[in-house]
């Protein structure tokens, strides 16, 4: 299985390199760390040392891309095309950014429709502007619908762009299944976010600290998408490698 971490803390960057495992970097989920690049970018250059495989969050400091807003359509096409270049500076193919959708839509028809059209605009705009080689994936966070991300990867019609399929935020945002979840996204799945909850609350547990089955929702991903893709810890590292190493995963 491919293990990525979503680093957080320095110590985690040594359990990365002493598993031989990916690293996700999210220094640039901040807008003020975008904003004094040329400052952080020597730090994230030192810690990708001794590691061979990457991914980067992208910002998500109050972007909206499903907002009547165009001023902050703007700003958050200014930011996602800032964390493109930085991903491409620092030799990073892979990277993630959040779904702009809220749970206030709450299933309303005319709600969903206008989501789905304003999203697929804007990322066919962005896709136009990703570099060969590179391939952004979109996290579901809020989320309620897998159908609504099939529509939305459909019409962006864009190789270049796929789905991170966040298992927590499944869990505790939307009231369809796990394992309805994987059946609806199929391969358009490229790349996992993993971490446990109680289904109420999106608390980042460990591994099996939560009621997630992951022996089961795993398997069940891998069916559809091989064990090759990402699959990224975005909780407690050592709690969590214990769980996958238990399970022969790691």
């Known amino acids: 299985m491919n293990i990525y971490v979503s680093v957080i803390y320095d110590d985690e960057l040594e359990?990365?390199?002493q598993n031989n495992m990916g690293y996700e970097i999210t220094f640039y989920s901040s807008a003020k760390n975008l904003d004094t690049f040329?400052?952080?970018h020597p730090i994230i250059t030192q810690n990708m040392k001794g590691i061979n495989k990457f991914s980067m969050h992208g910002s998500y400091d109050g972007v909206n891309y499903a907002t009547n807003d165009p001023l902050i359509v703007e700003i958050t096409k200014k930011r996602f095309m800032q964390s493109i270049n930085v991903a491409s500076f620092h030799g990073v193919k892979q990277l993630i950014f959040h779904s702009a959708y809220r749970t206030f839509f709450g299933f309303k028809e005319p709600a969903t429709?206008?989501?789905i059209k304003t999203s697929i605009a804007f990322w066919a705009d962005i896709a136009k502007n990703i570099p060969d080689g590179m391939t952004i994936f979109i996290e579901n966070v809020e989320d309620e619908d897998p159908q609504v991300f099939v529509?939305?990867?459909n019409g962006i019609d864009s190789?270049?762009?796929k789905c991170c399929f966040d298992i927590g935020h499944a869990f505790s945002y939307s009231p369809f299944s796990l394992d309805i979840w994987i059946k609806v996204l199929k391969d358009k799945i490229g790349y996992v976010h993993i971490h446990d909850n109680d289904g109420k609350s999106d608390l980042h547990l460990p591994l099996g600290k939560g009621n997630i089955s992951f022996l089961e929702t795993l398997y069940g991903i891998m069916e559809y998408t091989g064990d090759k893709?990402?699959?990224t810890l975005e909780c407690n590292v050592p709690t969590s490698i214990d769980w996958l190493r238990k399970n022969?995963?790691?």
């Open 229 to 231: 893709i990402p699959f």
């Open 151 to 153: 529509e939305i990867i």
């Open 15 to 17: 359990l990365v390199r």
């Open 113 to 115: 429709k206008y989501f």
């Open 159 to 161: 190789p270049k762009i």
């Open 38 to 40: 040329e400052t952080i």
């Open 248 to 250: 022969n995963f790691l």
